[in-house]
């Protein structure tokens, strides 16, 4: 039996991952979040080998009492406050995120965790200055707090592993997108509106581009690396290599989904909107070994999922 916690369990990718891992009858997962913006009806709460605990995982006396209470051999450490004009409305909140991660750290060293895997962003490369974007090259041009608490945990990690033996692995996550995100994010938003018939909004011209990661993809991916150790003390993209302009993206839900919703232009917001984001994901497809989910697929399977 391997026990696992998951910190941000009520978000996107942590609900998903739980779903997903707790398939096997082997894993016994804890979740725990504040759920400043998670959900607790994403959990999967009908399978007997998952349970959920409301914690702050910036607070050491809430997370110290689920970690001492469970004998861990592995930490997902995804909890953080994200959305863009979430973190660029709450810095302070953001900052705080700090305490989150050395707690975590401080806490797997001094008991039985084997590995702790690290949920950081795209955001760390900042704009950028060479496209596809590299794990071990590409210079981390980050300003924004999200981005610069992502770069800076990063470098909790690396430094834990040298001084303690810690084992990590960290995830720079590129938009990854499925049935449980919320409508705070593009593709989410977007589809949303869509089905709706409503209007769709864009920041600027939509000339800005992105990748969008099918969240089956980025599990799949995650569950390969926990079950054979790829890429142990290491840093992986994981995400999709297909880039697309925000305001193709929106006319292509619009005619997959068969909406008559209208694209409306708003001026672009002051900060936080990067020109381009695409990375590469050659480690990503060596652990994956299929090719990812096209981004036609991910819309339609999340459009018309029960959990949309």
Same mark, same amino acid.
């Given at each position: 039996?391997?026990?696992?916690?998951?910190?941000?369990?009520?978000? +996107? !990718?942590?609900?998903?991952?739980?779903?997903?891992?707790?398939?096997?009858?082997?894993? #016994?997962?804890?979740?725990?979040?504040?759920?400043?913006?998670?959900? =607790?009806?994403?959990?999967?709460?009908?399978?007997?080998?998952?349970?959920?605990?409301?914690?702050? =995982? &910036?607070?050491?006396?809430?997370?110290?009492?689920?970690?001492?209470?469970?004998?861990?051999?592995?930490?997902?450490?995804?909890?953080?406050?994200?959305?863009?004009?979430?973190?660029?409305?709450?810095?302070?909140?953001?900052?705080?995120?700090?305490?989150? !991660?050395?707690?975590?750290?401080?806490?797997?060293?001094?008991?039985? =965790?084997?590995?702790?895997? $690290?949920?950081?962003?795209?955001?760390?490369?900042?704009?950028?200055?060479?496209?596809?974007? @590299?794990?071990?090259?590409?210079?981390?041009?980050? /300003?924004?707090?999200?981005?610069?608490?992502?770069?800076?945990?990063?470098?909790? @990690?690396?430094?834990?592993?040298?001084?303690?033996?810690?084992?990590?692995?960290? @995830? /720079?996550?590129? +938009?990854?997108?499925?049935?449980?995100?919320?409508?705070?994010? =593009?593709?989410?938003?977007?589809?949303?509106?869509?089905?709706? &018939?409503?209007?769709?909004?864009?920041?600027?011209?939509?000339?800005?581009?992105?990748?969008?990661?099918?969240?089956?993809?980025?599990?799949?991916?995650?569950?390969?690396?926990?079950?054979?150790? $790829?890429?142990?003390?290491?840093?992986?993209? *994981?995400?999709?290599?297909?880039? !697309?302009?925000?305001?193709?993206?929106?006319?292509?839900? !619009?005619?997959?989904? &068969?909406?008559?919703? *209208?694209?409306?232009?708003?001026?672009?917001?002051?900060?936080?909107?990067?020109?381009? /984001?695409?990375?590469? *994901?050659?480690?990503?497809?060596?652990?994956?070994?299929?090719?990812?989910?096209?981004?036609?697929?991910?819309?339609?399977?999340?459009?018309?999922?029960?959990? #949309?």
């Amino acid at each position: 039996m391997r026990n696992i916690l998951i910190t941000g369990g009520a978000g +996107n !990718i942590g609900s998903s991952l739980a779903d997903r891992l707790s398939s096997d009858e082997n894993n #016994f997962i804890v979740l725990v979040d504040n759920l400043l913006s998670g959900v =607790v009806k994403k959990i999967p709460l009908d399978r007997h080998n998952v349970i959920f605990i409301k914690c702050d =995982v &910036n607070n050491f006396r809430d997370i110290s009492s689920v970690i001492l209470s469970y004998k861990f051999d592995y930490i997902f450490h995804y909890a953080a406050v994200v959305g863009v004009k979430r973190t660029l409305d709450n810095p302070m909140m953001v900052l705080n995120d700090i305490e989150g !991660i050395k707690n975590i750290l401080d806490l797997a060293k001094n008991t039985s =965790v084997k590995k702790v895997f $690290y949920s950081s962003s795209s955001e760390v490369y900042g704009e950028p200055v060479e496209i596809p974007q @590299f794990e071990d090259t590409t210079p981390l041009n980050s /300003r924004l707090p999200y981005a610069i608490i992502k770069n800076v945990g990063e470098s909790f @990690f690396r430094s834990y592993h040298r001084e303690y033996g810690l084992d990590y692995t960290i @995830f /720079r996550f590129f +938009n990854t997108y499925g049935p449980r995100q919320s409508t705070d994010f =593009v593709i989410s938003k977007f589809i949303d509106f869509a089905l709706k &018939n409503e209007d769709i909004t864009i920041y600027g011209d939509g000339m800005q581009t992105r990748t969008f990661c099918y969240i089956n993809d980025n599990l799949e991916t995650v569950e390969r690396i926990l079950n054979h150790g $790829y890429y142990s003390n290491e840093v992986i993209n *994981i995400g999709s290599d297909q880039e !697309i302009t925000i305001l193709d993206l929106a006319k292509k839900i !619009i005619k997959l989904l &068969n909406s008559s919703s *209208i694209i409306k232009h708003v001026d672009p917001l002051a900060e936080g909107d990067m020109t381009r /984001r695409k990375p590469d *994901i050659s480690k990503m497809k060596s652990v994956l070994k299929r090719e990812l989910t096209s981004l036609e697929e991910g819309i339609l399977l999340t459009s018309k999922s029960e959990l #949309f």
